[in-house]
């Protein structure tokens, strides 16, 4: 009886899940459950392992059979905003959506992840970021994303440099003109030596999985900068690593970004905003 009792209260939830390849790993299901808590919503939240083949079909069947939102990771980020009938500003810049829902007939797409790096930088870490100088390495889909983003938090100047300089040329030019009042400059890696310090160094490449860091040139950081990796694990980065041995007196990894990300989905499915704090604190425990 009281399995059965749980069965149709688990069927009237309102069902969200986070869909990606791999997903086991996600931590999206334990976040999203403490913001339910928190705020009293009653929804029921799930891993999907996403197929490369029929992504798009997943995603119909889901939201065809009574889903509510999802939130989609790697590598179908992309897809995501594609297949939407309605797009954010932010989706659109970023060329990638991270959070799906569905309004009348219409599937929109969104993009917390920039919001959620400018959040977990100013109201976690305490940086402020109006007049900074920032330097972000890798332009890939990650260092696009949260571009404009930074823009609109009064970052002054932001550098990206990449081991193929073409590419960070490439998003540079693409992004340029939706970051009005921010610098935005495109380097090779090797010129590294000559434009710092900076206020923020923010690792964007995929080091903080594997791969090898270029070398990173002392002097990098500014008296009080901030070594950040979007990436997190329970030991630092490789990144966050080389930055403490050349200078940086700030370390931070990407474990806020994640949950303050997560709370912007949130909110836009629930209209309340939860309280991040309580959640980074009893993941990184």
Not at 256 to 284: C, N, S, Y
Request: include cysteine.
């Amino acid at each position: 009886m009281a399995r059965g009792w749980f069965t149709l209260e688990t069927e009237l939830m309102l069902r969200y899940a986070v869909i990606g390849r791999p997903i086991a790993h996600s931590r999206s299901p334990d976040i999203h459950r403490a913001f339910a808590e928190q705020t009293g919503k009653a929804l029921h939240y799930d891993r999907i392992e996403g197929s490369a083949e029929h992504f798009e079909q997943d995603v119909r069947r889901f939201f065809a059979t009574g889903g509510s939102g999802l939130n989609v990771t790697l590598p179908f980020k992309e897809r995501a905003r594609a297949m939407a009938d309605r797009v954010s500003v932010r989706a659109k810049v970023a060329g990638a959506a991270n959070t799906l829902g569905m309004q009348g007939h219409d599937l929109w797409a969104d993009n917390t992840d920039g919001i959620g790096l400018v959040r977990d930088l100013m109201d976690n870490l305490g940086r402020v970021l109006v007049g900074a100088r920032v330097l972000m390495l890798g332009a890939g889909g990650a260092a696009r994303g949260v571009v404009q983003p930074l823009a609109q938090a009064g970052v002054a100047a932001l550098h990206i440099a990449n081991r193929t300089e073409a590419r960070a040329r490439h998003l540079v030019e693409d992004l340029v003109g939706a970051c009005p009042g921010m610098s935005l400059q495109h380097h090779a890696w090797q010129a590294l030596d000559w434009l710092a310090p900076f206020d923020v160094v923010i690792n964007a490449t995929s080091t903080a999985v594997g791969g090898e860091l270029p070398k990173l040139p002392t002097g990098l950081f500014a008296s009080d900068g901030l070594a950040y990796d979007m990436g997190y694990g329970s030991e630092p980065t490789p990144f966050l690593r080389v930055a403490a041995e050349i200078g940086a007196v700030r370390l931070a990894d990407g474990l806020g970004m994640l949950v303050e990300q997560a709370a912007a989905a949130f909110e836009l499915w629930h209209d309340v905003r939860p309280d991040t704090k309580p959640v980074i604190d009893t993941l990184r425990a």
